[in-house]
């Protein structure tokens, strides 16, 4: 397979070309910013501000970088829990923004579940590298989700749905990465896709035959086979029932979702204000600072949400495809460096944190597009925010760092 | 800690390499889509964007009385928006603005949570601003990113006439209830509309027609310039000129201060109502929005329910103005000789039964022909009387004076009354709980079931005083004038009802002396009516009509448990005559 050619080399060349990556998207970031920024050089512009969080952030990657692997495996658990208090402690404090999701320090807003995220990822990875010897066994994986489940159900409280979606993100990618059989990875996909497929009984019909299909195939008794095939039958006959427990907002949201025409000067205005601007761009943009969307502010949340809408209107399809470009390249080689590393924990904890990078890539940018529900979710390096920027550069840090051995 | 060995297999990092492939190129394959194939369309919106399109605004048509005088005002007042996501720091800007809107901080930050709807929407913080406090603002525009003002008109209330049940009022538009209005008038929600009494029957001629002003905005939403060649003017709603004599309104009003009911004076030839008075009132100004909510449940909660327009939607007892059906059945069927007189003794004992029926004077009348029947108003007369006459004619003859129906006065929400059937009280009472005989003592007088509207008794006199020709009682004074469904009778039926009523006011024992017109020699004509009710002391009412300078005149006064007809209500409508004949805008205009 060609895309193997990717992985040659040794993971210092990996390394060097990380940073070349990061540097890329960091430069995207800074020219779309300024473009945007009324006054660039004012205290209050995002640009200026998203300097200075680059300056606080480095600083920080480099400690992240140097402390040594021993202290974070062995601290793993206290580093989970203590991220987790962290979690909480905003549903003691008054509301911003109608949420809990944020600590006021008072120069600065800090998320907790930015970290939380990572937090997750390293307690998960320290849990499967200590019990390696029984990842044949099905019960392996339910301390994982276990874990996973509570560390999104206190986001999902804040509420925070983006952020629990992408917490269980690396649960999959790293059961499977660890040797987890196919089988019961087939077992934690199927509710979901039963669940979607709810929505439709024609959907549903044919999703229940290909389940058959497939648990005809796996190697696995008669009985626990037909228990686990007729739950998932029962899920998907339940979930309307469930839906019915949404809230509001987030019924909104996908109905929304569904058909943008609904309300378009309510939540669709993103989505509908969003395409407009991407689609204007055409193949090479309307020249840097030139996006009329952006700079008449009929964009929303441009700075963050909404960056890459910037990007594509005023660098078009082509500024668009060296994002995309520089986005594949940084998560191939992240999975170079775990698929190098001779430690199985780190190995683990890169293709946690590969999972998370890309998931808040595809959800962002299908965000924009319309593919997806508005989630708020920033995308890694371009977005402005200095929580979000901070915690990716803890997770190259931890990359890089984990990469040494 | 324990080093164990990766033992990553290639397919894992194939599989996850193909996940990666995967979504990145169906993202790619969306931009691709949309930036280069769908491009021109997306372009060509992208180019009106730049451009944005303002609602303009235009006032409410005014409401006026039949001589010009205003009655609905506008005053121009502004409301404050603010748009969350815009705002750049909402703490300062709302402290600059609640020192300029004299709004404590607390306040705004209450209410902007409270309307809180989205980033990106409007939220209504300040009502009803000046003139000057918006200029304030526009000069520290810079000051103020996020912060925006419409103009918004409230309906300002001539101070005499402010407490007018027919006038109405407007409500704000809510969102479940736009979609089922009238879709050519572009309602909005957060706009507002007629609700109530004219505001709301007239609402299409009184709103404005909305216009659009086209403006190109910079990156700072500010306007750069406007583009005039599209713009589409706003227009104001048309004025209104009710029939309403707003001084008579107000004379009659004071009349019933402190009382029940109900007053209507309108010109018979021609429909107008002159005064539509339903006391007790309120201040209409409370549908302005700074009502607190105690005031509104004192309203609501008022027993003596203020808030209904007695007028068209009060439901009472007839009283005795309905012997004079009975005298119409009795004389067309030629069933008894108007001058053939009865012995009334003060008690009348159906054939057959042992409940005695009582006239309402005790000792009796004496001898009564019709003529001193509806004069005095004598019960045995008409309790004997009514024996001949089928329960079938004599609700078919109150239904045709309109009773059991609505007036169709322009007015929305007017109540139909009830005059009982056949079908009514077998119904009600079973196959054999009622006789005929005995529900028609109790018709003849106007009572049992039997429910009205104080502008059916109007309808019902202006049928009398027109001899059966009478046009539609109306408010608009441009209205075409047309004709409810003629009555009927040989004119010597009209002459009997007309000398019995002329007897109620001018003879010696009338039931209705009490409304004579001592300063003028125009005559009343008249009918008492003390309407029995299970709610306290009787309802008085009066009815009756005059002529001046060639026009005919009608009035209705209904106090509620005001006690006899005679005693209360004629001296009430001798009061309104009076002062109406002799009032200088009457003079002036004949």
Excluded at chain 1, 110 to 137: G, M, R
Excluded at chain 2, 26 to 55: C, M, P, W
Excluded at chain 2, 207 to 226: A, M
């Amino acid at each position: 397979m060609f895309l193997d050619q990717f992985a040659s080399g040794t993971t210092k060349d990996s390394v060097i070309r990380l940073f070349f990556i990061i540097a890329g998207l960091i430069f995207f970031s800074l020219v779309t910013l300024y473009s945007i920024s009324d006054d660039p050089l004012s205290f209050n512009s995002s640009f200026y501000r998203q300097c200075i969080f680059l300056i606080f952030s480095s600083i920080v990657f480099f400690v992240v970088k140097n402390i040594p692997i021993k202290i974070i495996h062995d601290n793993s658990t206290l580093i989970f829990i203590g991220t987790l208090i962290l979690c909480i402690i905003p549903f003691f404090l008054p509301r911003v923004e109608y949420t809990y999701r944020w600590i006021d320090l008072g120069f600065f807003y800090i998320q907790p579940s930015e970290y939380l995220k990572c937090a997750t990822v390293v307690v998960v990875a320290k849990y499967l590298s200590n019990h390696q010897l029984e990842v044949k066994d099905n019960s392996i994986i339910i301390i994982p989700c276990l874990l996973t489940l509570l560390s999104a159900s206190i986001v999902l409280n804040q509420p925070d749905l983006g952020t629990a979606v992408i917490i269980f993100a690396p649960l999959l990618p790293m059961l499977l990465w660890a040797g987890v059989s196919n089988f019961t990875i087939f077992l934690m996909i199927a509710p979901i896709i039963t669940i979607l497929a709810a929505s439709n009984i024609i959907f549903f019909t044919v999703w229940a035959f290909i389940m058959f299909c497939f648990f005809l195939t796996f190697q696995a008794s008669v009985v626990n086979k037909t228990i686990l095939y007729f739950a998932n039958i029962f899920t998907g006959l339940l979930t309307p029932f469930l839906w019915n427990n949404l809230a509001d907002y987030q019924k909104q949201r996908i109905l929304t979702f569904l058909n943008p025409d609904l309300d378009p000067m309510g939540s669709a205005y993103h989505i509908i204000q969003s395409i407009t601007a991407i689609g204007s761009g055409g193949l090479f943009g309307k020249g840097w600072g030139a996006g009329s969307q952006t700079q008449l502010k009929f964009l929303p949340v441009q700075e963050s949400d909404f960056i890459l809408s910037v990007i594509a209107e005023e660098f078009g399809f082509f500024g668009i495809s060296c994002v995309m470009l520089l986005c594949f390249l940084l998560i191939k080689t992240l999975l170079d460096i775990a698929f190098r590393s001779s430690d199985y924990f780190a190995s683990l904890v890169i293709v946690g944190l590969a999972s998370i990078l890309l998931s808040h890539i595809f959800i962002n940018s299908a965000m924009t597009i319309g593919l997806m529900p508005v989630k708020g979710l920033p995308i890694p390096f371009i977005s402005a925010g200095g929580s979000f920027l901070l915690s990716c550069f803890i997770m190259i840090g931890l990359v890089i760092n984990f990469s040494k051995n | 800690m324990l080093k164990i060995e990766n033992k990553a297999d290639i397919f894992h990092y194939r599989a996850l390499l193909f996940i990666l492939c995967f979504s990145l190129f169906s993202l790619l394959g969306r931009y691709f889509y949309l930036q280069v194939i769908d491009f021109e369309r997306h372009f060509s919106k992208s180019q009106v964007n730049s451009v944005k399109a303002l609602t303009t605004y235009a006032p409410r048509g005014l409401i006026l009385d039949r001589h010009g005088e205003i009655l609905v005002d506008n005053y121009p007042t502004y409301i404050l928006t603010v748009t969350p996501h815009d705002l750049e720091d909402r703490d300062i800007e709302f402290e600059k603005l609640s020192s300029i809107i004299d709004i404590d901080l607390e306040e705004l930050n209450r209410r902007y949570k409270k309307y809180y709807r989205g980033r990106f929407l409007p939220t209504t913080i300040a009502k009803n601003l000046t003139f000057q406090q918006i200029s304030q603002i526009e000069e520290m525009r810079l000051e103020f990113p996020g912060v925006q003002y419409e103009r918004s008109d409230e309906r300002i209330y001539s101070p005499i006439l402010n407490d007018a049940h027919f006038l109405g009022y407007l409500r704000e538009v809510d969102r479940d209830t736009v979609p089922k209005l009238d879709k050519t008038l572009l309602y909005r929600a957060g706009e507002l509309i007629g609700w109530q009494g004219i505001e709301k029957e007239y609402e299409k001629e009184l709103r404005f027609s909305k216009g659009v002003d086209y403006i190109e905005v910079d990156t700072y939403g500010r306007e750069i310039f406007r583009l005039s060649d599209n713009n589409i003017p706003a227009f104001p709603g048309k004025d209104l000129s009710l029939t309403i004599d707003a001084n008579l309104q107000r004379f009659s009003r004071s009349i019933l201060e402190g009382k029940k009911g109900s007053v209507l004076v309108s010109n018979v030839d021609t429909g107008e109502i002159l005064s539509m008075v339903s006391s007790p009132s309120y201040d209409l100004s409370v549908y302005r929005g700074t009502t607190s909510e105690n005031e509104w449940n004192d309203l609501l909660k008022n027993k003596d329910n203020p808030l209904l327009n007695r007028s068209i939607a009060g439901l009472y007892p007839a009283g005795s103005k309905l012997k004079l059906i009975t005298v119409i059945d009795l004389i067309a069927n030629s069933l008894v000789d108007p001058s053939d007189s009865l012995m009334c003794t003060g008690v009348y004992i159906p054939p057959g039964s042992t409940n005695e029926f009582r006239c309402w004077q005790e000792e009796g009348h004496g001898l009564v022909d019709l003529n001193k029947a509806i004069a005095q108003s004598c019960n045995i007369y008409f309790y004997e009387t009514v024996q001949l006459i089928s329960l079938k004619d004599w609700t078919d003859t109150a239904k045709k004076f309109g009773f059991n129906e609505p007036t169709n006065v322009d007015l929305p929400n007017e109540k139909d009354g009830l005059i009982p059937d056949k079908d009514f009280y077998v119904k009600n009472y079973g196959r054999w709980g009622w006789s005929e005989r005995g529900v028609l003592l109790n018709l003849t007088l106007g009572q049992g079931d039997i429910l009205i509207t104080p502008i059916q008794a109007l309808r019902f006199i202006n049928h009398i005083a027109s001899r059966g020709v009478t046009p539609q009682l109306r408010l608009n004074l441009s209205k075409e004038i047309s004709y409810y469904e003629k009555i009927e009778y040989p004119e010597k039926i009209w002459d009997h009802i007309w000398d019995g009523m002329y007897d109620v006011v001018n003879a010696d024992l009338g039931s209705g002396w009490r409304a004579r017109l001592d300063s003028s020699d125009i005559k009343l004509f008249g009918k008492t009516s003390t309407a029995e009710n299970p709610h306290g002391e009787p309802h008085a009412w009066f009815i009756g009509f005059f002529d001046a300078q060639d026009t005919t005149y009608s009035i209705v006064v209904m106090v509620e448990n005001g006690g006899g007809g005679g005693a209360v209500a004629s001296p009430i409508a001798g009061d309104i005559v009076e002062y109406y004949i002799n009032s200088s805008k009457f003079l002036a205009e004949n």
